[in-house]
């Protein structure tokens, strides 16, 4: 891995996108694991979408977030919807879900997973900026060598 922290681009349109995912998804579990500390990818959206925030505890293991905070009402009836019935469960507040990605799921997987959270409900099939970090807050890289 690299040591930059220069947040990966993704172009949801491309498909690429889904290599390119999986590689921060491998870059985010070998931060965790060799850091032996969680940490966390965080795929930007355009104004009045949502953020997708992929943690990874420093055992490996993945959680796919959203939270539905800086949405209208609609879209987020809609967001939530759309998450619930690809088996995601809605947070007790009802403001964001988070779906388990089971131990040993191939990162290629997960990155389908990801791509199908953020274009969800209509959202822009843009360009999105992936940024890395430590619980406390220390920027990582999310680049594979």
């Known amino acids: 891995m690299t040591t930059s922290a220069e947040p990966v681009l993704v ?12 590689n921060v998804i491998l870059a985010l579990r070998a931060n965790a694991i060799e850091r032996n500390e969680d940490v966390a990818a ?42 619930a019935q690809r088996g995601w469960q809605l947070d007790e507040d009802r403001d964001g879900a988070a779906v388990r990605q089971k131990p040993g799921i191939e990162a290629t997987e997960i990155a389908f997973v990801a791509l199908a959270t953020l274009s969800c409900a209509g959202a ?15 920027p990582i890289s999310l680049h594979l060598d």
């Open 11 to 22: 172009d949801l349109s491309d498909f690429d996108a889904v290599g390119i995912l999986a």
């Open 42 to 83: 965080t795929v930007s959206a355009p104004d009045a979408w949502h953020r997708l925030v992929i943690t990874c505890s420093s055992t490996g293991n993945l959680v796919l977030r959203v939270r539905f905070t800086d949405l209208t009402v609609s879209r987020a009836k809609n967001v939530a919807k759309a998450l």
């Open 124 to 138: 822009p099939s843009d360009t999105r900026t992936v940024t890395g970090a430590t619980v406390t807050g220390t």
